[in-house]
């Protein structure tokens, strides 16, 4: 969420100066670093889909913030399904954006899109298998 305010805040041309700047090839003594290049890729893609990187570092940001915050309460179960549909909505879109133009970036977020679908989906049935005990006293309140 952080990054997404930087980079609405600076604009994309202003950070993409900088990470060229920091991974200009004659920092380094061989003259090519694997992590300078990955850097440097993905701040062209930063530049191209600008709207769409602090849209998807906003949403997944507070995204995640809600389930945190969910989680340590005890309460919102509600959050799970809602996730669930967020990031397959984002997986969709990026497999599509694979489709038209291909981006090991994008890939990459995709695929951690899914791990966190699964950690998600997997959060979900504890909780409805174990629910907080919050939850439970509530729940016992409610029948009696």
């Known amino acids: 969420m952080t990054l997404g305010l930087i980079v609405a805040l600076t604009g994309s041309q202003r950070l993409h100066g900088k990470i060229l700047q920091w991974t200009d090839p ?3 003594q061989g003259g090519r670093s694997e992590l300078a290049a990955i850097l440097r ?13 602090i849209l998807y570092l906003l ?16 309460r919102g179960v509600w959050i799970f399904p809602f996730a669930i549909t ?4 984002f997986i969709l879109y990026m497999c599509y954006e694979l489709s038209v133009h291909w981006s090991n970036l994008l890939l990459l977020l995709a695929l951690l899109d899914a791990v966190t679908v699964a ?4 959060e979900w049935r504890t909780w409805k298998d174990h ?3 919050a939850i439970k006293e509530l729940q016992e309140e409610l029948t009696s």
């Open 26 to 28: 004659a920092l380094y």
């Open 119 to 122: 950690l998600v989906i997997n």
């Open 59 to 74: 949403v997944h940001g507070g995204l995640k913030m809600a389930i945190t915050i969910s989680l340590l309460r005890g």
């Open 131 to 133: 629910p907080h005990p």
């Open 41 to 53: 890729e993905a701040a062209g893609v930063l530049v191209q889909s600008q709207n769409f990187i």
């Open 86 to 89: 967020i990031l397959v909505g």
